[in-house]
């Protein structure tokens, strides 16, 4: 071998060996670790409508562009934990009239030539089944999908919405935390009486 060979050769030996060892520290790590390394916060239980929906999805090409029940592509808009946001009337009618329910301009969704379009032709009964599968796709409180923020404060909240937000948010919208907060205590109130 020629000494450029070598030092190449020897690079890539180099590079393999890091790889294998850090594969094998985070799997150890992973296996030990009584919390899983990321928490998971979507979560399932369907009804058999919800099941038979299920299944109509899966024959519907649908995950092409989707992510549901941890299969299909990560290039698209996951649906894990929609259900916690819409529910199943709105998924129906974004399904049946996409451009009408969206509340934005749609990309895929809508009508011809859109890629989805052909969604909106699959037969009613079968967009209500799907409109109760998507419905029972829960995202627990700080998961991405979810409504509500993480439990708790967040400095990391904090700096991003003094860092974000356009000022005089607080004046035009209001702060989701302080209405939890507000609910929170509305509640233990209520369970006192
Ligand atoms: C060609 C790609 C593509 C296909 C196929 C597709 N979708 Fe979508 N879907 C999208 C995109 C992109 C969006 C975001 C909205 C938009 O821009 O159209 C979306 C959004 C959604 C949403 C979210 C709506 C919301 O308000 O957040 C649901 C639910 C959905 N799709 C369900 C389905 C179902 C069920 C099927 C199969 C019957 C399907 N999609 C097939 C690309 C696709």
Redesign the pocket.
């Known amino acids: 071998m020629k000494k450029g060979e070598k030092i190449l050769f020897g690079i890539v030996i180099f590079l393999i060996v890091i790889t294998v060892i850090n594969f094998t520290v985070l799997e150890s790590v992973r296996r030990n670790s009584e919390k899983p390394l990321f928490p998971i916060l979507t979560h399932f239980n369907f009804t058999p409508e919800g099941l038979h929906g299920y299944e109509i999805?899966q024959h519907?090409?649908?995950y092409?562009?989707?992510r549901a029940v941890g299969s299909g592509t990560s290039m698209?808009?996951s649906?894990d934990g929609?259900g916690s946001k819409?529910d199943e009337n709105y998924?129906y009618h974004?399904?049946k009239e996409?451009e009408k329910t969206?509340g934005a301009k749609?990309?895929?969704?809508?009508l011809p030539p859109k890629?989805?379009a052909y969604?909106s032709d699959?037969p009613d009964a079968d967009l209500h089944s799907?409109a109760i599968f998507?419905s029972e796709l829960k995202a627990d409180q700080g998961s991405s999908s979810a409504f509500e923020p993480p439990k708790g404060e967040s400095s990391f909240i904090d700096a991003m919405v003094d860092m974000w937000a356009p000022d005089g948010w607080r004046t035009q919208f209001k702060d989701i935390r302080e209405w939890l907060k507000s609910k929170t205590e509305e509640e233990k109130q209520n369970a006192t009486h």
Do not use: E, Q, R
């Not at 749609?106 to 809508?110: A, I, L, S, V, W």
């Open positions: 999805y519907s090409n649908c092409s562009c989707h698209g808009v649906l929609l819409h998924f974004f399904l996409p969206y749609t990309m895929d969704h809508g890629d989805a969604v699959i799907m998507l």
